[in-house]
């Protein structure tokens, strides 16, 4: 009764105390009570389910639920400290509810059909955000064989819950104890990205090709094909292989090849490359290698997609789609045979950047006709109005523009950018390159001798990325000292810098007229549920930033728009009280997009058109305070509100203010239709728990070598969604000096720039991604340090991490787990950095051994406001963000806060200052 807090599990004596006023007398139980808190879960009751993750409308994600009809005995945990495991299973035999030995045991045997899902998910009581888990399968691997949910095979859903000294295994089943079933259909799925509209192509040059694509069960290959625009004008936008190869007759040029032909073939990866710079002025033979070269005239691109990664040619069933844009080549009158190449080629030779905040990178390609060269001399000009450069190098003084690929073995000797003085050059960057290799070598023009990286300056144009030559700087190819050839200037390429793309259409309501309301629009990533977080767009359109989503106050025909939408394949999904969610499924949105016409009223399904948002979601969730809200479902509850308030006259205040369906202040016969019309429909899935559950580790390795040496290796996993990374060590000068440090296999040199500094007993380190790139795999080695003894008593103890910060694609402070070289003296909590802070603020958890935390954030009234972690943690220091946001995703306000850090017979607290 004193602090409303939960009976801590244990044994317990039960008192009883008996007073007149005068005297008082005590009596104790004889026996003990043991208190335990068994935690229970219940999945969702659903239809048996295929899930196709691939063709036209393929579905990444399958969301697994356990809120929806249970309410708060979907999973409940009376002092929540439980966690959930998820399995999914060919067999059904698994005893309910003893069997948690057998499907551990099964899952980590590769020759059974069970395998574990996620594990650790934190039972909540009353966060309906908790209670769902959105499996991403176009990311999941099994953890035991590296596997997929194979196809046609009829799957059974478990879950482990475990908290309180129990342990319980159930299974997805309907209400009358009937066992569902999960399939599968892995159909390629294949997108085409751009060009979208018309592209006039120069045949000396490189044009882009983009797409998305997925091929779940099949690690598949990607060609692209062109033929005549007449032909393909004559021909489906999808067809087979076998089928374009009829259509097209000789008429068919292989771009993903050295000279047109399969036979010089070099398709690529599905899981890797999502773009492909085609350059027509390689194209001198047919796809069948006959000499008929590409010339000039209207053509179409094709992607090619074969799900059994056939390296000679596409098998003959493999999916073709058509790209949208027609191609116009010019420049090619005779065809490329005797062409004269560019002898240095920039790749994309034309690019569409956003003018805000967008960043591209550009590939050099030097050709120097069969002669060998030592010295290649690349001086390079473009805009200083529309454009900045990028710096390569963070460790050297200055801006080095060049990023030399690693695959060369020679060195740079020079490398600088600078404004230019000469009039000629006025109000232009000039950056220069020299790169040297003794032994010689020959360039042919398929590989990249460099890259620069532009980003724009929030202007609209036009910029020209120009090889130039001016007095003494030169783009020239040497040998021994012997200018080979100078080049003479010419455009590289051209980038236009356009507006972002906007998003207008109709939002209207069910059995209304007048469609004015607030409505709630989410911009999600296409087949995801995790919103796009994105501070220009949020900033243009949200007229409430203390809800989450974006807010747009609609017009009375319901009319809604969005501006500064960045660039991306997204999917748009909209919400408004009393009506189930509706969406469109996808959206392309390019810079420049002027997008109208939407209609967010796709249902569930993401094919029927209801022209309106449904009515009738009025309640059907409760939470630990008893407060009901709608849970994006129509079913007999809302049924009960509605007749529970039938005649009742209501204000925005009034109880049953919901149960007002159409918002005309009177709840009455139109409410209680739709209702009933609608009963039993879902709305769109919302964005519930992020995808990735598990956070990602850093982990440091030591190995002292033989001749003393000391070999420091920092690796990390669980980093899928992480693009940057901050690394700080501490050593004794006295007893350590760094002699050298390599960055790991996560990334590259030429797909991420890196710092360095070091400085008396410390060094930083840190990489980002370039432009669109991320990492590879989700496990590598993040950097290498070389240090050499100082005395011989030199500890390896003594070199040890910092600190570990990471940043996700969205730009955002990552939540991670560190371990240290010396594991922590004491159970702690740092004080929040930054503090003040808007909007995000880091919190440094300090365990000196594995423990079960809980991190929560109250506000000055000591009400709890949101969770930050419940789990059981190993010792060492771990990061923890907290984006000011309250567990139902708004924004709270400005003032002060205390985050309380919980463990097993201790407790920290700190507090915290949120100025908006």
């Known amino acids: 009764p004193d602090d409303s807090s939960v009976v801590p599990a244990g044994d317990y004596f039960i008192y009883a105390v008996i007073t007149d006023g005068t005297t008082l007398s005590l009596t104790r139980s004889d026996t003990t009570y043991r208190v335990r808190h068994s935690p229970l879960l219940v999945f969702d009751v659903r239809l048996d389910t295929v899930i196709a993750t691939g063709g036209a409308m393929p579905a990444r994600f399958h969301t697994i639920t356990w809120n929806q009809d249970a309410g708060l005995d979907g999973d409940f945990d009376r002092d929540d400290t439980a966690l959930i495991d998820l399995y999914?299973?060919?067999?059904?035999?698994?005893?309910?509810?003893?069997?948690?030995?057998?499907?551990?045991?099964?899952?980590?045997?590769?020759?059974?059909d069970t395998h574990e899902i996620v594990d650790s998910l934190s039972a909540t009581d009353g966060v309906q955000a908790d209670n769902q888990y959105a499996w991403d399968l176009w990311a999941y691997t099994n953890p035991d064989d590296g596997g997929v949910p194979l196809e046609n095979t009829p799957y059974y859903l478990y879950g482990v819950i475990t908290g309180g000294g129990t342990e319980r295994l159930v299974r997805w089943e309907d209400g009358t104890g009937t066992l569902r079933t999960l399939s599968f259909e892995h159909e390629p799925h294949l997108t085409i990205l751009a060009p979208m509209a018309l592209v006039a192509v120069d045949g000396r040059r490189s044009f882009e090709v983009s797409w998305e694509a997925r091929d779940v069960d099949d690690d598949a290959l990607i060609w692209v094909v062109m033929i005549p625009a007449l032909t393909a004008q004559a021909t489906a936008s999808e067809l087979?292989?076998?089928?374009?190869?009829?259509?097209?007759?000789?008429?068919?040029?292989?771009?993903?090849?050295?000279?047109?032909?399969?036979?010089?073939?070099?398709?690529?990866?599905?899981?890797?490359?999502?773009?492909?710079?085609?350059?027509?002025?390689?194209?001198?033979?047919?796809?069948?290698?006959?000499?008929?070269?590409?010339?000039?005239?209207?053509?179409?691109?094709?992607?090619?997609?074969?799900?059994?990664?056939?390296?000679?040619?596409?098998?003959?069933s493999s999916l073709v789609q058509r790209v949208p844009g027609r191609l116009t080549v010019d420049g090619l009158p005779t065809g490329?045979?005797?062409?004269?190449?560019?002898?240095?080629?920039?790749?994309?030779?034309?690019?569409?950047?956003?003018?805000?905040r967008d960043t591209t990178t550009f590939a050099i390609h030097p050709h120097t006709d069969g002669e060998t060269v030592d010295v290649v001399s690349v001086f390079i000009s473009v805009d200083t109005l529309v454009t900045t450069v990028v710096d390569q190098d963070a460790t050297t003084a200055g801006v080095q523009p060049f990023a030399v690929s690693s695959a060369l073995a020679g060195q740079t000797l020079y490398d600088s950018v600078k404004v230019a003085t000469d009039s000629s050059l006025a109000g232009r960057w000039v950056m220069d390159l020299v790169y040297f290799e003794q032994?010689?070598?020959?360039?042919?023009?398929?590989?990249?001798?460099?890259?620069?990286?532009?980003?724009?300056?929030?202007?609209?144009?036009?910029?020209?990325?120009?090889?130039?030559?001016?007095?003494?700087?030169?783009?020239?190819?040497?040998?021994?000292?012997?200018?080979?050839?100078?080049?003479?200037?010419?455009?590289?390429?051209?980038?236009?810098?356009?507006?972002?793309?906007?998003?207008?259409?109709?939002?209207?309501?069910?059995?209304?007229?007048?469609?004015?309301?607030?409505?709630?629009?989410?911009?999600?990533?296409?087949?995801?549920?995790?919103?796009?977080?994105?501070?220009?767009?949020?900033?243009?359109?949200?007229?409430?930033?203390?809800?989450?989503?974006?807010?747009?106050?609609?017009?009375?025909?319901?009319?809604?728009?969005?501006?500064?939408?960045?660039?991306g394949n997204y999917h748009l999904a909209v919400h408004v009280d009393r009506y189930l969610d509706g969406h469109v499924p996808s959206v392309q949105v390019n810079p420049g997009d002027q997008i109208t016409g939407l209609q967010p009223t796709v249902?569930?399904?993401?094919?029927?058109?209801?022209?309106?948002?449904?009515?009738?979601?009025?309640?059907?969730?409760?939470?630990?305070?008893?407060?009901?809200?709608?849970?994006?479902?129509?079913?007999?509850?809302?049924?009960?509100?509605?007749?529970?308030?039938?005649?009742?006259?209501?204000?925005?205040?009034?109880?049953?203010?919901?149960?007002?369906?159409?918002?005309?202040?009177?709840?009455?016969?139109?409410?209680?239709?739709?209702?009933?019309?609608?009963?039993?429909?879902?709305?769109?899935?919302?964005?519930?728990?992020?995808?990735?559950?598990?956070?990602?580790?850093?982990?440091?390795?030591?190995?002292?070598?033989?001749?003393?040496?000391?070999?420091v290796r920092i690796g990390g996993e669980g980093l899928a969604d992480t693009r940057a990374y901050g690394l700080r060590l501490a050593f004794d000068p006295s007893q350590w000096r760094l002699r050298g440090h390599v960055p790991g296999e996560w990334v590259s040199p030429l797909e991420a720039i890196h710092a360095f500094r070091e400085g008396e007993g410390l060094v930083d380190l840190g990489a980002a991604h370039r432009g669109d790139a991320g990492p590879v795999s989700d496990t590598g080695g993040l950097a290498e340090l070389l240090f050499e003894p100082m005395a011989p008593s030199a500890e390896a103890q003594s070199v040890r991490l910092l600190r570990a910060d990471l940043v996700d694609r969205s730009h955002q402070g990552q939540a991670g787990t560190w371990g240290v070289l010396a594991t922590p003296e004491r159970f702690a909590l740092g004080q929040n950095y930054p503090n003040p802070f808007n909007p995000r603020t880091a919190l440094r958890l300090e365990l000196r051994a594995p423990d079960s935390i809980r991190l929560t954030v109250y506000d000055a009234t000591g009400q709890a406001i949101r969770t930050l972690l419940r789990s059981s943690m190993p010792a060492g220091i771990h990061t923890v963000y907290w984006d000011g946001r309250d567990a139902a995703g708004r924004q709270v306000a400005s003032g002060t806060y205390f985050a309380r850090l919980t463990g097993r017979g201790w407790q920290a607290e700190r507090k915290m200052l949120l100025l908006r």
């Open 88 to 112: 999914y299973s060919a067999d059904s035999t698994f005893a309910i509810p003893n069997g948690v030995s057998a499907i551990e045991s099964a899952a980590a045997n590769s020759a059974l």
């Open 240 to 316: 087979s292989w076998s089928q374009l190869q009829a259509a097209a007759g000789d008429s068919l040029w292989v771009l993903t090849s050295t000279d047109g032909s399969l036979a010089s073939g070099a398709p690529v990866s599905e899981n890797t490359t999502v773009r492909f710079d085609a350059r027509p002025s390689r194209m001198i033979q047919t796809f069948d290698g006959q000499a008929i070269p590409l010339s000039d005239g209207e053509y179409h691109a094709y992607v090619v997609l074969d799900p059994g990664a056939g390296t000679d040619e596409p098998g003959p």
């Open 336 to 356: 490329a045979v005797g062409l004269v190449r560019s002898a240095i080629e920039i790749l994309p030779a034309r690019r569409t950047m956003e003018a805000w």
């Open 439 to 567: 032994s010689g070598r020959t360039f042919d023009g398929t590989e990249p001798l460099a890259t620069i990286t532009l980003a724009s300056r929030n202007v609209e144009g036009t910029a020209q990325v120009r090889v130039d030559n001016i007095e003494q700087r030169r783009s020239a190819f040497y040998r021994n000292g012997i200018e080979m050839g100078s080049l003479a200037p010419e455009t590289g390429a051209v980038v236009d810098f356009l507006p972002r793309g906007t998003l207008a259409g109709l939002v209207q309501l069910q059995g209304r007229t007048n469609h004015a309301e607030e409505v709630t629009l989410m911009l999600r990533e296409n087949n995801g549920f995790t919103t796009v977080s994105d501070s220009l767009f949020e900033a243009v359109n949200d007229v409430n930033s203390t809800k989450a989503g974006i807010q747009d106050s609609v017009d009375a025909q319901g009319t809604f728009t969005l501006t500064s939408v960045p660039t």
């Open 603 to 711: 249902l569930r399904d993401g094919v029927s058109q209801a022209q309106y948002l449904l009515g009738g979601d009025v309640t059907g969730w409760v939470d630990t305070s008893n407060t009901s809200s709608p849970d994006n479902e129509i079913d007999q509850l809302d049924v009960d509100f509605v007749i529970t308030y039938f005649g009742v006259t209501t204000s925005p205040a009034h109880a049953g203010a919901l149960a007002d369906v159409d918002g005309d202040s009177l709840v009455w016969v139109e409410d209680l239709n739709m209702v009933a019309a609608n009963f039993g429909i879902r709305g769109v899935e919302p964005s519930y728990r992020p995808i990735n559950d598990v956070p990602p580790a850093i982990d440091v390795q030591r190995h002292v070598q033989p001749n003393g040496n000391l070999l």
